[in-house]
């Protein structure tokens, strides 16, 4: 019954390192998305895919890189991080239709120093 | 582009009164609205969805909202608030992304304070 899984919970980085977000999903699927909550802001579309081997640009792409080589996973990366990049990042998927809701999994928390 | 805004950023009540949470839309056309509920450190849970059928949506644990298009409101209700209601709420709307899957678009968050 896990839903959606992100790794790693909780990073702290220097400026400049590179990580990667691991979000896996056991149901099915086609529909994930990369979010990022700030204080006072609600969450942000980072970048999103619509099915295995796509992913498109969302409202704060910028610094992001994403991949969905295999459907049950969607990578998140950061190349050269920043501190504008401390944040709590939520992954999220669902089924696609307008009246559909998403499910998220339970944040990973990064920090930038 | 569709957006909603919550009036208030944080609400407090006493354990046992009524909650009312506050959020208005902006769509050209009927949307598909939700609210959900983030709890400390934990990712977000649907509450309730308005899909333009009932204007009166009931939800998970007592909670309801009602969809007023004259008024473009979608107020979050319950008549008897619990201590584990102490949470952040989002009011959401929905919206198809260009080459499939729907967009959530959140608002800025109310977080719920309940005293004994």
């Known amino acids: 019954n896990a839903g959606v899984t992100q790794t790693p919970k909780f990073r702290v980085l220097k400026t400049g390192q590179s990580m990667t977000l691991l979000c896996a999903q056991d149901m099915n699927h086609e529909y994930m998305y990369w979010y990022r909550q700030d204080p006072g802001m609600g969450l942000r579309l980072i970048h999103y895919?619509?099915?295995?081997?796509?992913?498109a640009k969302g409202e704060v792409p910028d610094g992001y890189n994403v991949s969905r080589l295999k459907k049950q996973n969607f990578l998140l990366g950061l190349e050269s991080a920043a501190p504008s990049q401390t944040s709590v990042y939520f992954c999220?998927?669902?089924?696609?239709?307008?009246?559909?809701?998403?499910?998220f999994g339970e944040g990973s928390r990064l920090t930038v120093l | 582009a569709q957006s909603v805004t919550q009036l208030d950023s944080h609400v407090s009540v006493s354990e046992g009164t009524p909650v009312l949470l506050r959020c208005n839309y902006s769509s050209s056309y009927s949307p598909s609205l939700f609210w959900y509920v983030q709890h400390p450190n934990k990712g977000l849970q649907l509450l309730l969805k308005?899909?333009?059928?009932?204007?009166l949506v009931k939800g998970i644990n007592g909670f309801e909202a009602e969809f007023k298009k004259s008024e473009t409101s979608f107020h979050l209700t319950k008549p008897s608030a619990h201590m584990s209601d102490a949470a952040e709420y989002f009011c959401?709307?929905?919206?198809?992304?260009?080459?499939?899957?729907?967009?959530?678009?959140f608002g800025t968050g109310t977080q719920l304070k309940v005293e004994l």
């Open positions: 308005y899909t333009s059928a009932a204007t």
């Open positions: 999220a998927s669902g089924r696609g239709t307008r009246s559909g809701e998403l499910f």
């Open positions: 895919s619509v099915g295995e081997g796509t992913t």
């Open positions: 959401v709307v929905s919206d198809i992304l260009t080459g499939g899957g729907n967009k959530l678009t």
